[in-house]
């Protein structure tokens, strides 16, 4: 019957502790992940910063010391925004390993009063042991770990109590140990969020000051304004580099034809049509923050002639190719960062920038509405976005017109 009751005891004290151990390696898990995203964020603000760091011995560009520092700012509240998420998850660690701790001080107590009740059976119905030692653990003069001692002398058949008892106090050991070091992992993240926060301060008030120069200044707005120039050349450069390519393909496969056609005899092939581009969709949800054409910039307040238009997006939103195509380039461009560029039929190019991951590589072939990259906000000046654009040839055309022709 007694073993009946210390069987049963030993699987409810099992049982109670399972959800404690389940929740802790969740917990474990979590922070684990938590840990990885916090290491790859240093590594990515400690090559923002160094940008940063370059704008005070190098000339820059305006709207290039606007986007460093807007980044800078980005990273550096995204990583704020993990450390808390360390702090709090450290703090749910530290919660449950206290209520752990207080579950094995109960335990112990039990096991301790148990034990001294057994104890006190024995000196009164039997003699296994010296007087003296035995009145020492009843007097409580003795530590947990010296009554064990005594009781594995006096007591061969009561094993399996002991045994547990040495598990509880080792496993409390360790979760005092584990406790100490979760604490000073604590301290580390707050002291680390303490000083982002101060200088993502800082970074607020130098940006807010470098945009108040040029709004103010004349000079700096005309600076501007060439650069967004300079950087729509660059763009349309690569379409012009793009579409010379593929003129010089077509002409060597006409010429192959030709060629066929005279060894064969035969009259004048008939003109194969364009093939249509197919489907289209627009390859981002969200609403749009600038239109093709002439617009207000967004963060200098000056007019500026917008080549494509752009689509508010949200962190992990996926972008999609507008039509079948091919994968032509995927490069950075000034002032549009992450971009990827598709050629559909006809001689039609869309352009993809401020893409935070980009799934595809030169060369592959896309479907309508497939998966190529997800947005960001790298090289963008107002938060996330997708800059969208669209060429026929060398010319670009407004993009949403574009997606509703057939």
């Given at each position: 019957?007694?073993?009946?009751?210390l069987f049963v005891g030993f699987l409810?004290?099992?049982?109670?502790?399972?959800?404690?151990?389940?929740?802790?390696?969740?917990?474990?898990?979590?922070?684990?992940?938590?840990?990885?995203?916090?290491?790859?964020?240093?590594?990515?603000?400690?090559?923002?910063?160094?940008?940063?760091?370059?704008?005070?011995?190098?000339?820059?560009?305006?709207?290039?010391?606007?986007?460093?520092?807007?980044?800078?700012?980005?990273?550096?509240?995204?990583?704020?925004?993990?450390?808390?998420?360390?702090?709090?998850?450290?703090?749910?660690?530290?919660?449950?390993?206290?209520?752990?701790?207080?579950?094995?001080?109960?335990?112990?107590?039990?096991?301790?009063?148990?034990?001294?009740?057994?104890?006190?059976?024995?000196?009164?119905?039997?003699?296994?042991?010296?007087?003296?030692?035995?009145?020492?653990?009843?007097?409580?003069?003795?530590?947990?770990?010296?009554?064990?001692?005594?009781?594995?002398?006096?007591?061969?058949?009561?094993?399996?109590?002991?045994?547990?008892?040495?598990?509880?106090?080792?496993?409390?050991?360790?979760?005092?140990?584990?406790?100490?070091?979760?604490?000073?992992?604590?301290?580390?993240?707050?002291?680390?969020?303490?000083?982002?926060?101060?200088?993502?301060?800082?970074?607020?008030q130098t940006q807010g000051a470098v945009?108040?120069?040029?709004?103010?200044?004349?000079?700096?707005?005309?600076?501007?304004?060439?650069?967004?120039?300079?950087?729509?050349?660059?763009?349309?450069?690569?379409?012009?580099?793009?579409?010379?390519?593929?003129?010089?393909?077509?002409?060597?496969?006409?010429?192959?034809?030709?060629?066929?056609?005279?060894?064969?005899?035969?009259?004048?092939?008939?003109?194969?049509?364009?093939?249509?581009?197919?489907?289209?969709?627009?390859?981002?949800?969200?609403?749009?923050?600038?239109?093709?054409?002439?617009?207000?910039?967004?963060?200098?307040?000056?007019?500026t002639r917008n080549l494509g238009v752009?689509?508010?997006?949200?962190?992990?939103?996926?972008?999609?190719?507008?039509?079948?195509?091919?994968?032509?380039?995927?490069?950075?461009?000034?002032?549009?960062?992450?971009?990827?560029?598709?050629?559909?039929?006809?001689?039609?190019?869309?352009?993809?920038?401020?893409?935070?991951?980009?799934?595809?590589?030169?060369?592959?072939?896309?479907?309508?509405?497939?998966?190529?990259?997800?947005?960001?906000?790298?090289?963008?000046?107002?938060?996330?976005?997708?800059?969208?654009?669209?060429?026929?040839?060398?010319?670009?055309?407004?993009?949403?017109?574009?997606?509703?022709?057939?």
């Open positions: 019957m007694r073993f009946r009751f409810i004290v099992l049982l109670g502790t399972v959800p404690l151990w389940a929740a802790k390696k969740s917990t474990s898990s979590q922070l684990a992940k938590q840990r990885a995203e916090l290491k790859n964020l240093e590594a990515n603000l400690a090559k923002q910063r160094k940008k940063v760091r370059l704008l005070e011995s190098e000339e820059k560009g305006v709207l290039n010391t606007i986007a460093v520092l807007d980044e800078n700012l980005n990273r550096t509240k995204e990583y704020v925004q993990v450390l808390a998420k360390n702090e709090s998850t450290v703090k749910q660690l530290l919660a449950e390993i206290g209520h752990s701790l207080d579950s094995l001080d109960k335990e112990i107590a039990r096991r301790n009063r148990a034990m001294q009740k057994r104890i006190r059976e024995l000196y009164i119905h039997g003699d296994r042991g010296t007087p003296e030692e035995i009145l020492a653990i009843l007097k409580g003069e003795t530590s947990p770990e010296r009554q064990i001692y005594y009781v594995n002398r006096i007591l061969t058949d009561d094993r399996e109590k002991m045994d547990r008892l040495s598990w509880l106090l080792r496993e409390r050991a360790l979760k005092k140990r584990e406790a100490s070091g979760r604490l000073s992992e604590l301290r580390s993240l707050q002291s680390k969020k303490t000083a982002e926060e101060e200088g993502l301060k800082q970074q607020i945009l108040a120069s040029v709004q103010k200044s004349k000079s700096l707005q005309t600076k501007a304004i060439q650069e967004i120039e300079r950087n729509q050349k660059t763009m349309l450069s690569l379409i012009r580099q793009l579409e010379k390519k593929r003129e010089q393909e077509l002409a060597q496969a006409k010429k192959k034809k030709n060629s066929k056609k005279k060894a064969a005899g035969k009259n004048a092939l008939p003109r194969i049509p364009v093939k249509p581009i197919g489907p289209k969709c627009l390859p981002l949800n969200g609403s749009i923050i600038a239109e093709y054409g002439m617009h207000e910039h967004p963060v200098l307040h000056i007019m752009e689509i508010r997006g949200k962190k992990g939103d996926k972008i999609k190719a507008a039509a079948a195509g091919n994968v032509v380039m995927v490069t950075e461009i000034d002032g549009r960062g992450p971009s990827v560029i598709i050629e559909h039929e006809g001689g039609v190019y869309s352009v993809y920038g401020h893409m935070s991951s980009i799934r595809v590589k030169e060369g592959d072939r896309v479907g309508n509405c497939e998966d190529i990259g997800t947005v960001g906000d790298l090289a963008s000046l107002n938060g996330i976005k997708l800059y969208f654009q669209i060429s026929e040839g060398t010319d670009t055309v407004d993009p949403l017109k574009w997606l509703k022709k057939k």
